[in-house]
């Protein structure tokens, strides 16, 4: 996927600006920035679904292509009808026509995100955490070469949150790109293969985490300090204090998002 | 599958239990002789009464179940029914308004044909306020609008009315009724009923994919701006010419998708195809049900089916609470 000079304007005010980014196959990105500076109006102006100015590759193809090429996981978890989670997850076939009974790519999503034991039950009637993952599923059964989600690891559990990150790794290896806001800096520095952090809609940095996460973007962008080391069992980002906030951020606030 | 054999089943029985109560009674045979060979005063009644009312009722309440279905799917709200965007209270005020000025008795057919027509000038009027975006909340919202300006329209005729005899006409009529129908009738809703349902019957993978909210139908391919223009005009079209031939028909789309949601495990676009069949079932039994309590009073379908209708929802909201909790 390939972005070029990408905005997003509400009023006069771009909320995206001038982004330009791409996205190879292998790649894991993890978009991260303070609350408001544009992530997922910059995953859904990428996916077309957002006015944009600039160009996005994906944004330019007829609409039922683009939904073979790319999946989306948006950050409000919306599942209007107690659908059984095997029908839910099933729903990521429709790009493909007629959903297959035991399609292969429903249940290799199923077995991805250890939701065996929920198949049958009533999507609506799990708690958050497994409606998540059954929504994650729905979005690996799209089985697009782009997945992109929009905070997928929010209220989940730790270890459900690692195992989540761990498949969109995998999967990242096995050929995908993968772009996915993340707010925990810890968790995208350690799994994802580069990052990009974005602030008041500009690309600030992008690369791998070492060379984004130092202790400069950190105090402009996040106005937080931190602890980084890199060691044999991965990265470890811990963040320490909150620095005196320069006005910027928070005149923005969540406003935007 | 076994649902939908079920469905047809009842819908048939029904059929053939309306053409076959009525002030004439005879036996099933003799009925069904005189139907086909159109002999005697039975056959005139069986082949200009009951079996246009039959057919009426079927596409009555086919086309109400399945607008119901349709809507409560495209709005991912099991409270939507097809009276939210407008057509019914247009179509009401159309048929009101040529009752009033005396046009409906000038031709036979003027009355539905004027209820067609604003229900087909609220669509342009709903087309053009709900904007160039897919969403579906500028849609409630022209809707909501448009029926409180028809509501109020008909209100306005009702109250300035110098003529208690056609106050009272149109207040019959607004109960809605599928009594002394003819098969003028039937051709006029038919051709509306059956394209409307065609169009509302293709959205079923667009429906199935608004389940996971619209942005993600978006990104599977489902193009929202085709789909809301399917769905007003199709609905517009089954309801216009329903409410044209019948009168408002209240309860149907908003019960009986619910009655049925369970038994197609919640799939919309499932539930689009047995609440058609559903719809047809109960308005046919509705309308028995008329003949049969009071057959010398004319009681009205939509008052039966008002009072039908509401305990039915009310159990229902009952059965909700109790699976909530």
Same mark, same amino acid.
């Given at each position: 996927?390939?972005?070029?000079?990408?905005?997003?304007?509400?009023?006069?005010?771009?909320?995206?600006?001038?982004?330009?980014?791409?996205?190879?196959?292998?790649?894991?990105?993890?978009?991260?920035?303070?609350?408001?500076?544009?992530?997922?109006?910059?995953?859904?102006?990428?996916l077309g679904i957002?006015?944009?100015?600039?160009?996005?590759? !994906?944004?330019?193809?007829?609409q039922?292509?683009r939904a073979?090429?790319?999946?989306w996981?948006?950050?409000?978890?919306?599942?209007?009808?107690?659908?059984?989670?095997?029908?839910?997850?099933?729903?990521?076939?429709?790009?493909?026509?007629?959903?297959?009974?035991?399609?292969?790519?429903?249940?290799?999503?199923?077995?991805?995100?250890?939701?065996?034991?929920?198949?049958?039950?009533?999507?609506?009637?799990?708690?958050?955490?497994?409606?998540?993952?059954?929504?994650?599923?729905?979005?690996?059964?799209?089985?697009?070469?782009?997945?992109?989600?929009?905070?997928?690891?929010?209220?989940?559990?730790?270890?459900?949150?690692?195992?989540?990150?761990?498949?969109?790794?995998?999967?990242?290896?096995?050929?995908?790109?993968?772009?996915?806001?993340?707010?925990?800096?810890?968790?995208?520095?350690?799994?994802?293969?580069?990052?990009?952090?974005?602030?008041?809609?500009?690309?600030?940095?992008?690369?791998?985490?070492?060379?984004?996460?130092?202790?400069?973007?950190?105090?402009?962008?996040?106005?937080?300090?931190?602890?980084?080391?890199?060691?044999?069992?991965?990265?470890?980002?811990?963040? !320490?204090?909150? !620095?005196?906030?320069?006005?910027?951020?928070?005149?923005?606030?969540?406003?935007?998002? | 599958?076994?649902?939908?054999?079920?469905?047809?089943?009842?819908?048939?029985?029904?059929?053939?239990?309306?053409?076959?109560?009525?002030?004439?009674?005879?036996?099933?045979?003799?009925?069904?002789?005189?139907?086909?060979?159109?002999?005697?005063?039975?056959?005139?009644?069986?082949?200009?009464?009951?079996?246009?009312?039959?057919?009426?009722?079927?596409?009555?309440?086919?086309?109400?179940?399945?607008?119901?279905?349709?809507?409560?799917?495209?709005?991912?709200?099991?409270?939507?029914?097809?009276?939210?965007?407008? #057509?019914?209270?247009?179509?009401?005020?159309?048929?009101?308004?040529?009752?009033?000025?005396?046009?409906?008795?000038?031709?036979?057919?003027?009355?539905?044909?004027?209820?067609?027509?604003?229900?087909?000038?609220?669509?342009?009027?709903?087309?053009?306020?709900?904007?160039?975006?897919g969403?579906?909340?500028?849609? #409630?919202?022209?809707?909501?609008?448009?029926?409180?300006?028809?509501?109020?329209?008909?209100?306005?005729?009702?109250?300035?009315?110098?003529?208690?005899?056609?106050?009272?006409?149109?207040?019959?009529?607004?109960?809605?009724?599928?009594?002394?129908?003819?098969?003028?009738?039937?051709?006029?809703?038919?051709?509306?009923?059956?394209?409307?349902?065609?169009?509302?019957?293709?959205?079923?993978?667009?429906?199935?994919a608004?389940?996971?909210?619209e942005d993600t139908a978006q990104t599977m391919g489902i193009n929202l701006?085709?789909?809301?223009?399917?769905?007003?005009?199709?609905?517009?079209?089954?309801?216009?010419?329903?409410?044209?031939?019948?009168?408002?028909?209240?309860?149907?789309?908003?019960?009986?998708?619910?009655?049925?949601?369970?038994?197609?495990?919640?799939?919309?676009?499932?539930?689009?195809?047995?609440?058609?069949?559903?719809?047809?079932?109960?308005?046919?039994?509705?309308?028995?049900?008329?003949?049969?309590?009071?057959?010398?009073?004319?009681?009205?379908?939509?008052?039966?089916?008002?009072?039908?209708?509401?305990?039915?929802?009310?159990?229902?909201?009952?059965?909700?609470?109790?699976?909530?909790?």
């Amino acid at each position: 996927m390939n972005l070029d000079k990408l905005s997003v304007f509400r009023g006069d005010c771009p909320v995206v600006d001038t982004v330009s980014l791409v996205l190879e196959p292998g790649d894991f990105v993890g978009l991260i920035g303070p609350n408001g500076a544009g992530k997922t109006t910059l995953m859904r102006a990428a996916l077309g679904i957002l006015e944009h100015t600039g160009s996005s590759s !994906l944004s330019v193809m007829p609409q039922s292509d683009r939904a073979k090429q790319a999946a989306w996981l948006p950050q409000v978890r919306e599942i209007a009808w107690g659908l059984s989670v095997r029908d839910l997850i099933g729903l990521g076939r429709l790009p493909f026509g007629p959903i297959q009974k035991n399609d292969m790519h429903v249940e290799a999503a199923i077995i991805k995100m250890e939701l065996n034991a929920f198949s049958d039950r009533i999507a609506t009637q799990l708690s958050g955490g497994e409606q998540a993952r059954a929504l994650i599923a729905r979005a690996l059964a799209q089985d697009t070469p782009i997945l992109m989600a929009d905070e997928p690891t929010a209220s989940l559990d730790p270890a459900n949150q690692i195992s989540t990150l761990k498949t969109f790794s995998e999967l990242a290896e096995a050929g995908k790109g993968i772009i996915a806001s993340i707010h925990d800096l810890g968790l995208a520095a350690r799994y994802c293969t580069k990052l990009a952090l974005l602030d008041r809609g500009k690309l600030v940095a992008f690369g791998p985490a070492d060379a984004v996460l130092t202790p400069d973007n950190l105090r402009t962008v996040f106005s937080i300090e931190a602890h980084y080391e890199k060691t044999k069992e991965g990265i470890i980002f811990q963040p !320490l204090s909150v !620095l005196k906030k320069s006005n910027k951020n928070s005149a923005q606030g969540d406003t935007l998002k | 599958m076994r649902l939908g054999l079920f469905l047809i089943f009842l819908v048939t029985l029904l059929f053939l239990c309306s053409l076959l109560i009525g002030h004439t009674q005879a036996p099933l045979s003799t009925s069904l002789k005189a139907l086909i060979s159109g002999q005697g005063s039975l056959g005139t009644v069986m082949q200009e009464i009951r079996l246009p009312r039959a057919i009426l009722a079927v596409l009555v309440g086919g086309s109400l179940g399945l607008s119901g279905a349709a809507m409560q799917g495209y709005l991912r709200n099991p409270l939507a029914e097809p009276g939210l965007i407008g #057509i019914s209270g247009s179509a009401s005020l159309g048929a009101v308004l040529s009752l009033q000025t005396g046009f409906a008795s000038m031709f036979w057919l003027a009355l539905p044909l004027s209820a067609l027509g604003m229900s087909i000038f609220a669509v342009f009027l709903i087309i053009l306020l709900s904007g160039k975006q897919g969403r579906s909340l500028t849609l #409630i919202l022209a809707g909501i609008a448009i029926s409180a300006l028809a509501g109020a329209m008909t209100s306005l005729v009702l109250n300035l009315s110098p003529n208690p005899y056609a106050t009272a006409e149109i207040v019959f009529w607004m109960m809605g009724s599928l009594a002394d129908r003819s098969f003028d009738h039937v051709w006029i809703a038919l051709p509306f009923s059956v394209l409307g349902a065609m169009m509302i019957l293709s959205l079923g993978p667009a429906l199935n994919a608004l389940t996971l909210g619209e942005d993600t139908a978006q990104t599977m391919g489902i193009n929202l701006v085709k789909t809301r223009y399917a769905l007003v005009i199709g609905v517009a079209a089954m309801i216009g010419a329903t409410t044209a031939v019948a009168g408002a028909v209240g309860f149907v789309g908003l019960v009986v998708p619910h009655i049925l949601r369970r038994w197609v495990k919640s799939q919309p676009s499932s539930l689009m195809w047995a609440s058609m069949l559903g719809g047809a079932a109960l308005v046919l039994a509705a309308d028995i049900l008329v003949r049969l309590v009071l057959p010398d009073r004319d009681l009205k379908l939509g008052v039966v089916m008002a009072i039908l209708g509401a305990p039915l929802f009310l159990h229902l909201i009952y059965k909700t609470r109790a699976e909530l909790s």
